[in-house]
């Protein structure tokens, strides 16, 4: 093989590994970003529940408070 072909095969296997690279870089953002998204989600959750625990755990205080009143 002489030095240009050389030259060429080296670029192109070269190219082809960028290319992959290119490629596996690609997935891992994909990756991340769906990470991102579940876990953005899973807070999201989180908040309403505890929005819904805390209204809750209101009222069952404003009736302990009703209960003691009536006792007195």
Same mark, same amino acid.
């Given at each position: *093989?002489?030095? #240009?072909?050389?030259?060429?095969?080296?670029?192109?296997?070269?190219?082809? @590994?960028?290319? &992959? @690279?290119? $490629?596996?870089?690609? !997935?891992?953002?994909? #990756? &991340?970003?769906? !990470?991102?998204? $579940?876990?953005?989600?899973?807070?999201?959750? *989180?908040? #309403?529940?505890?929005? &819904?625990?805390?209204?809750?755990?209101?009222?069952?205080? $404003?009736? @302990?408070?009703?209960? #003691?009143?009536?006792?007195?």
């Amino acid at each position: *093989m002489d030095e #240009r072909a050389a030259l060429n095969r080296a670029v192109a296997e070269h190219l082809a @590994r960028l290319r &992959q @690279r290119l $490629a596996d870089g690609k !997935s891992e953002i994909e #990756r &991340q970003r769906a !990470s991102v998204d $579940a876990t953005h989600e899973h807070l999201a959750d *989180m908040s #309403r529940w505890i929005e &819904q625990t805390d209204e809750q755990l209101g009222r069952e205080r $404003a009736r @302990r408070d009703d209960d #003691r009143h009536a006792e007195n």
